[in-house]
């Protein structure tokens, strides 16, 4: 078992920036991709980037790329989601999540462990 705990959100005007973090605990952090997913009222959640456990290969939504990098640092078991350029689109529950195994899934059902989430507000 895992724990995530998301941290960073809030809300800021469009153009602005955010960093989400996620603290881990549990299982060794280095031993697992994961992913940063979000959710609309209304609207499924949503793969928006995720990273090897190596931190060596990622991915990201067509939505958010050139926009938001994933990174982390397994001697912090921390990983981290920096959001540039904001768009009110962008509004949403974020949620940090563990994927079993070293390389990265898309699909949402391949993640174990999950955060409580953290509110994104991007104001227009």
């Known amino acids: 078992q895992v724990q995530l705990v998301e941290s960073g959100g809030g809300l800021v005007q469009a153009g602005g920036s955010l960093r989400l973090s996620c603290a881990a605990s549990g299982r060794t952090f280095s031993s697992y991709a994961m992913g940063w997913f979000r959710q609309a009222p209304g609207k499924e959640r949503d793969l928006v980037a995720a990273i090897s456990a190596s931190g060596l290969s990622t991915y990201y939504a067509d939505s958010v790329k050139g926009r938001f990098t994933i990174s982390r640092d397994n001697a912090k078991n921390t990983g981290y989601l920096q959001m540039n350029s904001l768009k009110p689109e962008d509004t949403a529950v974020y949620y940090c999540?563990?994927?079993?195994?070293?390389?990265?899934?898309?699909?949402?059902?391949?993640?174990?462990?999950w955060g409580q989430g953290t509110q994104v507000t991007v104001s227009s």
């Open positions: 999540a563990r994927n079993s195994g070293l390389y990265y899934k898309t699909n949402l059902g391949e993640y174990a462990d």
